[in-house]
C-alpha cells in the first residue's frame, strides 16, 4: 500500500464577507480534492487539544499520529531537530524571528519576507549580545533558531510563557512579552537586539528599496527535546516528507522520514507546487508514505490575502493533489490524504482552534457518494476528535 498526505496548511476558515460569504475552499475550484472526496470521504479532524496553542507544531504532530497531549514540549525543539541542532536533556530551544515593529506594534511578522542571506548576515551581529551559554542558529528566512545549553545553570522553567508573533498582527507588543522564570533574559535579548538591528546595512539597504526592515528579534515557542517514537516502529510504513518549513522539516526528522527536496519549494505563496508533486511522485517506489506540506495557504491568511489564499488552493488542486491522484494507481493499492493542520481565519489573520475538513480516498476506503471538498461538506462526514486518531484510522492501525 502506497500513503500520500497533502498538507494545505492553514486553508480552514470562515465565510468571508469578500468571496460573497463563502469561505476559501468553497470559493476555489478544486476538482481533484473533490474526486478525492467522491472516491472515499469528507469529514472533520481536531488536531489541537485544548489548552494547547494553536498552531503547526500542535497540529502536524496530532495529524500524524500522535498525541500531542502526550509528546508536545514546544515549538523550537521541532526546529532543532530541522536544523541539525542537538538538545541534551538540560537544553532549551526557542524560536527567533526577524520582526518589523517600527512603532511598538508588530506590523510584520516576517520584516517584509527578509532573505535567508539577509537573516544569516543580521544572526552573526546578534552573536555579540547573547549571554553565556547560549547560541544562534540561521534558518530560513526570518526564522531562525536561539538554543540555551543548560549545563552552564538552569535559567527556565516550565512556567515561562511566549506569544507567537503571527498570532498578534497589528498589536501593541508589550502586551506580549515573555513571562515567566527566565523570561527577564529572553526580554533582554528582545530589547538588545533593537540597537544592534536598528543600522546594520541589511537593514539600511532594505529601507532604502523601500522594504520592511527586521527592527528586532522575537523570541517564542521555547521547549525542551521531546522524545516521539518513531513512525514506522509505531505504524508500519518507512516515510518521506517535502516540505519549504523547518518547523514541519523537524517534525519529519523526528518521525525519521527523510527530506525530498527541490529548487523553488518555499515558505511562501512563490512555492512551485508542481516540484512538490514531481518529488512525491519520484519517490514513491522508495517509500510507504510521502508527506507534501505547502504553507502557502497560510501565510496567506497571515497576510489578510483573500485571493492568494483562493489561488494558493487552486494550485494545490491543479498542480500536486490532481497529478498525485493520477500517479498512485501505478504503484498498485493506495491511499491519499488531504487535510490541513489547523485553521488560519482571514478575518483574524491568526491560527485558531476548531475542526478541520479532510478528505481521504484509496484502497478498503468506502465511497459516501459525490461530495464538495469544504467546511460545510465535511460536517456530514466522520468525525475524529481527537485528530491524532485519524492515521491509525487511515493506516488501518
Known amino acids: 500500500m502506497k500513503y500520500v498526505i497533502v498538507i494545505p496548511d492553514g486553508c480552514a476558515d470562515d465565510p468571508c464577507p469578500a468571496l460573497g460569504g463563502k469561505t476559501p475552499l468553497q470559493a476555489a475550484r478544486l476538482p481533484n ?167 546594520h546595512p541589511v537593514n539600511v539597504a532594505r529601507r532604502a528599496a523601500g522594504k520592511k526592515d527586521a527592527t528586532q528579534v522575537w523570541l517564542w515557542g521555547q521547549g525542551r527535546a521531546p522524545t516521539l517514537e518513531q513512525f514506522d516502529r509505531k505504524y508500519g510504513p518507512r516515510g518521506a516528507i517535502t516540505t519549504g518549513v523547518d518547523l514541519v522539516r523537524g517534525v519529519g526528522a523526528l518521525l525519521g522520514w527523510d527530506r525530498l527536496e527541490a529548487p523553488g519549494i518555499t515558505d511562501y505563496i512563490d512555492t512551485d507546487y508542481a516540484a512538490q508533486a514531481r518529488l512525491a511522485i519520484d519517490h514513491l517506489d522508495r517509500y510507504d508514505l510521502i508527506c507534501v506540506h505547502v504553507e502557502a495557504p497560510d501565510e496567506a491568511s497571515h497576510a489578510g490575502l483573500v485571493e492568494e489564499k483562493v489561488k494558493s488552493l487552486e494550485q494545490i488542486d491543479a498542480h500536486i493533489v490532481g ?48 461530495v464538495q471538498y469544504d467546511e460545510e461538506h465535511a460536517q456530514r462526514g466522520p468525525a475524529f476528535d481527537p485528530g491524532w486518531q485519524l492515521m491509525p484510522w487511515l493506516l488501518n492501525k
Open 323 to 370: 497529478p498525485i491522484l493520477d500517479a498512485l494507481p501505478k504503484f498498485g493499492d493506495w491511499r491519499m490524504l488531504v487535510s490541513p493542520d489547523h485553521r488560519t481565519p482571514l478575518t483574524t489573520r491568526a491560527h485558531s482552534y476548531g475542526a478541520v475538513p479532510y478528505a481521504a480516498g484509496g484502497a478498503g476506503i468506502a465511497s459516501g457518494g459525490p
Open 33 to 199: 480534492i473533490d474526486r478525492l472526496a467522491t472516491l472515499g470521504v469528507c469529514g472533520l479532524t481536531n488536531n489541537v487539544p485544548h489548552p494547547l496553542t494553536p498552531a503547526s507544531d500542535v497540529a502536524t504532530l496530532s495529524l500524524f499520529g500522535y498525541d500531542p497531549l502526550e509528546v508536545y514540549t514546544g515549538r523550537a525543539p521541532l526546529e532543532a531537530a530541522a536544523l541539525g541542532v542537538a538538545l541534551g536533556p538540560a537544553d532549551w530551544a526557542i524560536r527567533c524571528n526577524f520582526v518589523h515593529v517600527p512603532d511598538g506594534h508588530m506590523r510584520d511578522f516576517t520584516s517584509g519576507h527578509i532573505s535567508s542571506e539577509e537573516g544569516g548576515q543580521l544572526v552573526e551581529a546578534l552573536r555579540e549580545i547573547l549571554p553565556a551559554g547560549f547560541d544562534l542558529t540561521p534558518g530560513v528566512g526570518y526564522r531562525n533558531l536561539l538554543a540555551y545549553r543548560g549545563e552552564t545553570g538552569p535559567i527556565f522553567a516550565d512556567d515561562v510563557t511566549t506569544q507567537p508573533p503571527h498570532d498578534i498582527p497589528d498589536q501593541p507588543v508589550d502586551r506580549y512579552l515573555p513571562r515567566g522564570t527566565g523570561s527577564d533574559v529572553l526580554r533582554d535579548i528582545m530589547a538588545r537586539s533593537r540597537t544592534v538591528l536598528a543600522d
